[in-house]
């Protein structure tokens, strides 16, 4: 779905401001797939070159191959994320073969979490999920700055509640 089209305005026929993710999710989890593949490729040259021969050693560039191309794939996804606080709702646009978008009325929002595990605390970013009534629904925002989560939480939060007043 494009950003011009009539589905992507707001009440007011304006456009959505689009806010992107942070850098500090792309460096993440390139560092995340640097040390698992890196550390792979590794053990296998180690492992084949000592048990089956110095030629063998060459399968340790698969890994390799995959480190690269995870990097460039990484930086797709990365890039494909976003999110919008409209009027009534909140869009999250995502993906690169498959663009998807979520549509959550503030209205209909039951709860707002706000979560980092350990590797995104020490990255300092947070994640927000966003519950609704419908079972299917998958609002996410991975890799925001902790405060600029709890903002949107509590925006969210105020306005399913003002939403949710007025049903």
């Known amino acids: 779905m494009e950003t011009g089209s009539p589905e992507n305005t707001d009440a007011t026929g304006a456009e959505p401001v689009w806010t992107g993710l942070p850098p500090g999710l792309l460096r ?11 550390t792979t490729a590794l053990v296998v040259a180690l492992l084949l070159g000592l048990l089956a021969g110095p030629g063998w050693a060459a ?29 009534d ?53 991975p890799g925001l700055d902790p405060a600029e989560a709890e903002r949107l939480r509590d925006r969210l939060t105020e306005l399913g509640e003002a939403r949710s007043a007025g049903l």
Do not use: C
Request: glycine letters at 6%.
């Open 28 to 38: 993440m989890r390139r560092l995340l797939l640097a040390v698992w593949l890196g």
């Open 59 to 87: 399968f340790a560039l698969l890994p390799l191959a995959l480190l690269a191309w995870g990097w460039v794939l990484l930086g797709r996804n990365w890039r494909s994320w976003r999110y919008a606080e409209r009027a």
């Open 89 to 141: 709702d909140l869009l999250i646009s995502r993906g690169v073969l498959w663009r998807e978008e979520t549509v959550v009325p503030y209205g209909r929002m039951q709860l707002v979490e706000v979560s980092s595990g350990p590797v995104e605390r020490h990255f300092k970013l947070a994640s927000v999920q966003l519950r609704t009534a419908a079972a299917a629904t998958d609002a996410r925002i």
